[in-house]
Antibody, heavy 116, light 116 residues
């Protein structure tokens, strides 16, 4: 059974930082590209970024709204992907999902609230 | 103009068939894209339903009933999710998604389907 379990969400002040983690199981993690997707309260889905697999150089790509502030990394030995979020803004408040959106693997999400 | 446009809401009766549309922005040809469809119920992550490019390039999500199917309307430049034999449990938000080489994963704004 495929499982993606996110952690690390919480309340942070504007300008602060937070690191989200996602642990995968049930599939060959190292073969997959991994995405982060977020959903603001009551809003739709927004792709945040992705990391490609080793065969594609672990290349990362980001949405314009987070480029330069967020960094995605992965550790295939731990079946894990991470989202480092810096210079957080109130508009970054959302549930953050770890996913392979192209094959339909999604975690349950972790809530990040940016507020003073 | 948004890349993908979905009607904000739709309602239908149990047992009916309903078509959810995902219209691509002018200049983006629906024929060249795989259209992905997700279902999301309150408090839950998106669930992968299917993807559709053509009758020879399509994939049903694991465990997704065959009453969910995909198609395209080239004249409207739109992807379509058809749900037949509508059931109360189909009440949910539905999102379409494409992979755009310049913007990566792009989601439609979502359609809230109400089963009356």
């Amino acid at each position: 059974e495929v499982q993606l379990v996110e952690s690390g969400g919480g309340l942070v002040q504007p300008g602060g930082s937070l690191r989200l983690s996602c642990v995968a199981s049930g599939f060959i993690f190292s073969d997959h590209y991994m995405d982060w997707v977020r959903q603001a309260p009551g809003k739709g889905l927004e792709w945040v970024g992705r990391t490609k697999n080793k065969a594609n150089g672990y290349t990362t790509e980001y949405a314009a709204s987070v480029k330069g502030r967020f960094t995605i990394s992965r550790d295939d030995s731990k079946n894990s992907v991470y989202l480092q979020m810096n210079s957080l803004k109130t508009e970054d408040t959302a549930v953050y999902y770890c996913a392979d959106a192209g094959v339909g693997y999604w975690g349950q999400g972790t809530l990040v609230t940016v507020s003073s | 103009q948004a890349v993908l446009t979905q009607p904000a809401s739709l309602s239908a009766s149990p047992g009916a068939s309903v078509s959810l549309t995902c219209t691509l922005r002018s200049g983006i040809n629906v024929g060249t894209y795989r259209i992905y469809w997700y279902q999301q119920k309150p408090g839950s992550p998106p669930q992968y339903l299917l993807r559709y490019k053509s009758d020879s390039d399509k994939q049903q999500g694991s465990g997704v009933p065959s009453r969910f199917s995909g198609s395209k309307d080239a004249s409207a430049n739109a992807g379509i999710l058809l749900i037949s034999g509508l059931q109360s449990e189909d009440e949910a938000d539905y999102y379409c998604m494409i992979w755009d080489s310049s913007a990566y994963w792009v989601f439609g704004g979502g359609t809230k389907l109400t089963v009356l």
